[in-house]
């Protein structure tokens, strides 16, 4: 038995010595495999680079390709929010990367100044309400929330999730922090419901009659029209852009960076510049109804029938240097 | 035995000590101490944590030993409709992921679900105007997993039944003892270890779960973890945090250990013939059926048929997956870790029973501490070791040669194995722990006179004896490996998937419908083996 498993792990031991002959990219992605895939796919088809992939948690990956160090075998890290890019870059696992095709697609703002990594969607967090229920005159911002008149109306999840802490941590950038503590203060009171479920949770709370309103990222309202049990849901509420007269709506972004040690550095660099392609930005805008960062892109009818709006031009840096505050800040409201 | 002895069995204090390595990753962390780290835990969240953690470990523990030990003991003395095929379904929740029942229940039960929008419809009221118990509470938790985990009650208290000798039954009969006093002063001591065993286990469990907490919106030590760790970039806060959760599972596991401290369960040696169970009859069958059926309809069919209903609305996705090779990724990994789990398993519960000194009996107990820990913790101090020996490895080659070998273990399908092992030894060591104590050290002793080496001992008395445990420790781990998540997703190699990860993925992104399909994947994938393992259980 023993001798059949020393041989057996002998068996697996050189099946990792993955052979470096033909052109392939390693891509670690925290984008799950059902999102990524496709693209991949046809990337491959088009260049004949092979593309290998690991998906997982991004913080997870991260800390992979911290203790694989040098011999990592990452070339492209695939992150679904700044905060990630950011700490990745801050722990120094990224290189820079010159591409003029990159810094013509992508708007300044969503990419690092030095080239560390690049937009590739945007997602935006605006407020969602009961059509009929909620005149949305009475809407404004998002500091408007913590106001007593939504005592007992507000669906929001908890504050573990990064979308919210990407949030709270936008408006320290903005309002300091003692002033975002006063408003996350406020708004634990105006919970309708301790924090719970995900984005699409909230949204189907508020249709059900629990709260008015709900706060959520836009693809996933989205994806609930696609979903026969979530799209009676999704039909009763109305997307309310805030904070149009000032800074815009929340917005995050999904973005790749290419690796330190990427021992094929070249073809990452081939991989993102086809992410920011036609083809590929299409597709996400129309598969995951995510907002392109290249413009003129025609987006999913659902998208467009969301309406325009202002987003919030912070540098996206910000949120990464703030999320511990922002957790700090939503501890102390008790906001679960 | 003697200090001479102490080197000559590596296999008794180097492999624990190897396998105690990656717990030992978060213990150092309390190098790095962040006072204002910490006193903000105190005064914000970590009495929650610490509340929440051992509110549902004790209620979720609690209400499974009840589940399984009562169940256990109906199916082994009584016979009525039903009991052959309950023997076999009442397994099945195993093979269901906890986050995943809990996603069934919360889609039905909840506010915006169908049964209180019908609820709603047939009486005009509206929300706040009726109660209705909530189902993502600490109480729901606590039921859902008390639900899913009883089995390992059920399973360690059914080999212990089996393992015990009729004779017990017959001598009472004898004494004139009356069935009460029976259950209360023979049965209940003697399926004791099993039930604290199993329950220990569930316990464990729950301190380690984090996909139905965090669905559930309740913060506990292993949320805690996630959120110092990710949330705000202190790996040391969290890996001191892991190291509660661990000193936690050490207490339970000593609290167990000694709640059996002055108890030996031994077979009266080998007898016979095997007890008839006594025919229920009239009404109180139908009560025994209905009662069980109760439990495997809210465990099982119930949860299985929403995500058979979901699947089939949502039929592209079950084309758009790669199944065999998922399912066999998946079935593999199991196999093969299963395979490595029970021998290192035998050999450390072996140990124990060869009068160890105290130090390296307490190495060997300290090395199954890896199932209360979060298998993302584990799976780190996994990688870390492999990746830091795969990088010294590569620079000394390099320096020395001028070849850099590059990552030889990290990456691999062994990271995976090593970390299983690590996780889930405690579940093996247990199963088959109480099988083992039931065998008398006399009859060792008889054989060893009889000129017996060690293993023909292990071959020729044990094994055979074992075999019930044997097999249901393997069928414990089998399952648990299958549905294994935050490891398998760690520590994968390129372009390897299991039915697991791709559950979590969908569910991850919300798309609970699409996640149905591999999830009911893994449950049908848990049914074969079950059935298999089930069979060799009870044939023995």
Same mark, same amino acid.
């Given at each position: ?336 | ?341 029970? $021998?290192? !398993? /035998?050999? #450390?519960? =072996?140990?124990? %029973?060869?009068?160890?000194? @105290?130090? +390296?009996? *307490?190495?060997?107990? &300290? ?45 691999? $399908?062994? !990271? /995976?194995? #090593?970390? =299983?092992?690590? %996780?889930?030894?405690?579940? @093996?060591? +247990?199963? *088959?722990?109480?099988? &083992? ?68 993925? &969908? ?34």
């Amino acid at each position: 038995m023993l001798m059949k498993f020393r041989l057996l792990s002998l068996v697996l031991l050189t099946s990792g010595f993955a052979s470096t002959q033909a052109a392939e990219v390693n891509v670690y992605s925290a984008r799950q495999q059902e999102l990524i895939k496709p693209l991949l796919d046809k990337f491959s088809q088009q260049t004949g680079i092979k593309v290998n992939l690991i998906t997982g948690k991004p913080d997870e990956l991260l800390s992979r390709m911290q203790s694989e160090g040098r011999n990592s075998p990452a070339d492209l890290l695939i992150s679904t929010d700044v905060g990630r890019l950011y700490r990745a870059q801050q722990a120094g696992l990224l290189q820079p990367l010159q591409s003029n095709t990159l810094e013509q697609a992508i708007p300044a703002a969503l990419r690092d100044p030095a080239g560390h990594w690049f937009g590739l969607t945007t997602r935006a967090r605006p407020i969602i309400y009961v059509t009929g229920k909620v005149d949305p005159k009475d809407l404004s911002t998002y500091e408007d929330l913590a106001s007593p008149k939504w005592r007992g109306k507000i669906c929001i999840r908890s504050s573990d999730n990064i979308y919210n802490q990407s949030m709270l941590a936008g408006m320290i950038a903005v309002l300091g922090e003692e002033k975002t503590q006063a408003w996350a203060n406020g708004l634990v009171q105006n919970f309708a419901q301790p924090p719970k479920g995900g984005d699409r949770d909230q949204i189907k709370a508020a249709a059900a009659g629990v709260c008015d309103i709900a706060i959520a990222n836009t693809y996933y309202l989205a994806a609930m029209f696609d979903d026969a049990k979530d799209a009676a849901a999704a039909k009763a509420v109305s997307v309310f852009w805030p904070n149009q007269q000032d800074r815009g709506v929340h917005i995050n972004i999904s973005g790749a960076a290419v690796a330190k040690y990427a021992p094929n550095a070249k073809q990452a660099a081939q991989l993102l510049e086809y992410m920011t392609g036609a083809d590929a930005q299409a597709w996400y805008a129309q598969t995951n109804h995510e907002y392109p960062v290249v413009q003129g892109v025609a987006r999913s009818s659902v998208l467009q029938g969301f309406g325009e709006f202002k987003a919030d031009a912070l540098p996206l840096v910000k949120l990464g240097e703030l999320n511990q505050q922002a957790i700090q800040t939503m501890d102390k409201a008790g906001w679960k | 035995m003697r200090a001479s002895a102490f080197w000559r069995h590596p296999q008794w204090w180097l492999l624990p000590a190897c396998l105690l390595l990656p717990l030992l990753v978060v213990y150092v962390s309390w190098g790095q101490f962040d006072a204002r780290l910490w006193s903000h835990l105190a005064t914000t969240v970590l009495p929650d944590y610490l509340l929440n953690s051992l509110l549902l470990a004790a209620g979720a523990g609690g209400l499974a030993a009840l589940l399984g030990a009562s169940l256990a003991w109906l199916l082994h003395f009584y016979q009525f409709p039903g009991r052959r095929l309950f023997q076999l379904l009442l397994i099945l929740p195993l093979a269901l992921p906890a986050y995943i029942i809990a996603y069934s229940y919360t889609a039905l039960l909840d506010f915006s679900g169908p049964l209180q929008q019908g609820l709603r419809q047939l009486t005009g009221l509206g929300y706040g105007d009726y109660w209705f118990p909530q189902v993502r509470s600490v109480g729901g938790a606590i039921c859902l997993f008390a639900l899913v985990l009883y089995p390992y009650v059920y399973l360690l208290t059914r080999a212990a039944l089996a393992g015990q000798s009729p004779r017990w039954q017959e001598a009472s009969q004898i004494l004139g003892v009356s069935r009460r006093r029976y259950f209360w002063a023979v049965l209940l001591p003697l399926t004791r270890p099993a039930v604290f065993g199993g329950m220990a286990l569930v316990m464990m469990e729950v301190f380690a779960d984090y996909g139905t907490v965090q669905y559930f919106g309740i913060p506990t030590l292993t949320t805690g973890i996630f959120r110092t760790w990710f949330g705000m970039n202190d790996r040391s806060g969290a890996a001191q945090l892991s190291s509660l959760l661990c000193t936690l599972a050490l207490a339970l596991m000593l609290l167990e250990l000694y709640s059996r401290r002055q108890l030996r369960f031994y077979h009266a040696g080998q007898a016979g013939k095997t007890l008839q169970p006594q025919k229920l009859k009239g009404v109180r069958a139908w009560l025994a059926t209905f009662a069980v059926s109760l439990v495997l309809w809210l465990a099982f069919f119930w949860p299985a048929l929403a995500l058979l209903v979901w699947s089939l609305e949502t039929p592209a996705a079950w084309l758009s997956l790669d199944y065999l090779q998922l399912l066999g990724n998946s079935l593999s990994l199991a196999a093969l870790s299963t395979v490595l789990l029970l $021998v290192v !398993a /035998l050999v #450390l519960v =072996y140990g124990l %029973r060869q009068g160890l000194p @105290a130090w +390296q009996q *307490l190495l060997i107990r &300290l090395s199954g501490l890896g199932y209360a820990v979060p298998g993302t913790v584990i799976a780190i101090g996994v990688m870390w070791p492999l990746s830091a020996f795969d990088n010294w490895l590569d620079l000394f080659m390099e320096q020395q040669f001028g070849v850099r070998t590059g990552l030889l273990l990290s990456g691999t $399908v062994l !990271a /995976l194995l #090593l970390a =299983y092992l690590v %996780r889930f030894l405690a579940v @093996a060591m +247990q199963a *088959l722990e109480s099988g &083992l104590s039931q065998i008398k050290p006399s009859m060792d002793q008889a054989a060893a006179s009889l000129g017996c080496s060690r293993w023909q001992l292990l071959r020729r008395l044990h094994l055979p004896l074992l075999k019930t445990s044997l097999w249901t420790a393997a069928l414990l781990v089998f399952v648990d490996v299958l549905k294994e998540l935050p490891a398998t997703l760690l520590l994968r190699p390129f372009n390897f998937d299991t039915l697991a990860v791709r559950t979590f993925e &969908l569910a991850s992104d919300e798309q609970l419908a699409a996640a149905a399909v591999p999830a009911l994947t893994i449950v049908l994938a848990g049914l074969l083996p079950v059935i298999l393992l089930n069979k060799a259980a009870l044939k023995n």
